[in-house]
């Protein structure tokens, strides 16, 4: 009885500490793309044109649904269109929210692609020359859904800068009076980080090590 408490707050834990590191990470790279936008705006590019091109072989040599691969295309086309002002985006913009959308989208079609392969009927499957279908393994699914399906939205989510007009308490410049682009994954992070901040402020604990010092 206790071993099973114990394994429930290690995994608690374990999930504490790994959402605190994904958010330290998401921090540290939005601050590292803050000063070379221009380089990751071309990685970014050609990462779009790459996982395009992937797509088109898996559809000519692994036998990708047709429909499901032009849609995944049509999405990355979307996804191009936010480097057009890279790196800045409006939350509001059409492009983005279609961005948003289609990220969920492409997730939930493939998941259920995989989730459900197609089996030939019976009779097909009784034939002498029958050959089975490859059902990809878990470590390939994995691999797809990593690099063909989140790796770009990923990357865009933490390149790109939240208009200054829309988070201006998180605006910051920097010692020559030069505004600072602001990473989106940063300011999301950031307002996550004042909100628990706050919140164990009104139970009476102060988390905010910088709390009362001047900045």
Excluded at 108 to 133: C, M, T
Excluded at 184 to 201: F, G, Q, T
Aim: glycine share 6%.
């Amino acid at each position: 009885m206790f071993l099973q408490l114990i394994s429930y707050l290690g995994v608690g834990f374990g999930f504490l500490f790994l959402v605190l590191a994904i958010a330290s990470a998401l921090y540290y790279l939005s601050e590292l793309v803050e000063e070379h936008s221009e380089p990751t705006k071309r990685i970014l590019k050609r990462l779009i044109y790459i996982i395009t091109g992937v797509l088109v072989l898996l559809y000519l040599f692994d036998g990708f649904p047709f429909l499901l691969t032009v849609f995944s295309m049509f999405s990355y086309f979307v996804y191009l269109q936010n480097l057009h002002k890279f790196p800045y985006v409006q939350l509001t913009s059409p492009i983005f929210l279609a961005s948003c959308g289609l990220v969920v989208a492409n997730h939930f079609f493939w998941f259920n692609h995989f989730h459900n392969p197609y089996i030939p009927p019976l009779e097909e499957r009784l034939k002498p020359e029958y050959v089975p279908p490859h059902i990809p393994s878990f470590t390939e699914i994995c691999s797809f859904f990593g690099l063909c399906v989140w790796l770009v939205p990923f990357a865009l989510f933490v390149s790109l800068s939240a208009n200054d007009n829309l988070l201006p308490h998180h605006m910051e410049v920097d010692p020559s009076g030069k505004k600072k682009n602001n990473g989106l994954a940063k300011v999301v992070v950031a307002n996550i980080r004042d909100n628990v901040y706050s919140a164990s402020r009104a139970l009476g604990y102060e988390l905010d090590p910088h709390h009362g010092q001047m900045v």
